[in-house]
């Protein structure tokens, strides 16, 4: 919504008194918008008693405009954005007459929504997906342009029933449980830089419920090893995008080995020159196990992407046997679920559950998205009901005669 500012001629007047145009020309201008809030007595601001800025306070130094040139945003979502934003302008252009898509009406906006949904009818896309697209699409609008996302998000609330209802579901990747990453695990060669480093990753993915991008993220400084454990602290996440951090000292524990497993990852860096604070915990390696070289002007410098990582997780579960569970392709994200699940299996609360898997506090999304057991599951409160026909009922029926 537009914040334009109008001005009103006004006056303070009697009660009952009529004000003719004259006179209302003759007082005060005042400035008043839909957001002007007024105490009983209070008067508007004036137009006459704005700040008396000049040019000069409207300009930014070409320092200031090249530092606000610099990416605000993670590389995964500039990417995501770039390739949503590129197809809803390819759609503009397409309509006959063009339409604007920067900055777009609500028209615009709500018509290519429509658009998008009827497309997911046909088997394209899941309501989900058309949720993320179209709210990708809003951000990129500049703030006070942003069209009405109501109409387009009504129709889309209808269809996700719909399609829930005729069978719809989301599918998530499958939970690495301790039994499945040690199955991964054993199946590594830990002789080599190699596996020493997939070891690890597999390890600490699993006992800090890393997200990808929180561990390509990862910087060496930020891991202490001590022989009882380590402490890792995670910079930002999904949860913390202003890097306020969050620590945590993780027991070591005989079947993962975190502790032995990080020791020999970073000896490895350091035999390799990499072991610097600032510098990132894992790295792409070539098949001789040296690093990888990537050009100077890379934008994630010798940072590995997400994506590489994700491959190389999914990797690693193919070859000890495991590329899928349940039926569901394994993917990084199993490692957070997979411990997450086994953390509620052992009874753990909530409250510590968000606090090691830097949900944010008070979420539920632990038990809602990331409990996943395998199979059926084995929870079933009405297996705390007796049996009828028990001796509860039958010392009732004795009783009774």
Known sequence: MSTDVEVFDAELVEDDIVVGPAAAEQGPRYLVTQHTMLGPGELPPRADELPAWTDDDFRLSAEDIADLAEPDLAENTIINRDSTTAAFEAWCAGQKPPRLAWPCTTATYTSYGLHLIRRGKAGEFKPSSVGQYMSRIWNWQPVDLRPDPSRFKGRLRVWQKEWAKAGGEVRRAPAVTIEYNLRIIAAIDESTNIGKRDAFLAALAYSNLHRESELTDQLN?????????????????????????????????????????????????????????????????????????????????????????????????????????????????????????????????????????????????????????????????????????????????????
């Open 221 to 401: 400084g930020r891991i202490k090893i001590h022989d009882t454990g380590l402490y890792v602290k995670t910079a930002t996440s999904k949860t913390d995008q202003i890097g306020k951090g969050n620590g945590r000292f993780i027991k070591d524990r005989e079947d993962l080995q975190l502790v032995r497993r990080a020791r020999a990852w970073f000896a490895v860096l350091r035999d390799l020159g990499a072991d610097a604070p600032n510098l990132p915990v894992f790295r792409a390696l070539t098949v001789k196990g040296e690093l990888r070289k990537y050009p100077v002007d890379r934008k994630r410098g010798v940072r590995m992407r997400p994506g590489s990582l994700d491959e190389r997780l999914q990797e690693l579960a193919e070859r000890a046997g495991v590329p899928y569970i349940d039926g569901k392709k394994v993917t990084s994200h199993g490692w957070r679920a997979g411990a997450n699940t086994d953390l509620i299996k052992a009874n753990v609360s909530l409250a510590e559950r968000n606090k090691a898997g830097r949900w944010a506090p008070g979420s539920h999304t632990a038990d809602t998205v990331y409990d996943r057991p395998h199979g059926v599951g084995a929870h079933d409160p009405l297996a705390k009901v007796p049996l009828y026909g028990g001796p509860a009922h039958a010392a009732v029926a004795q009783a009774r005669r």
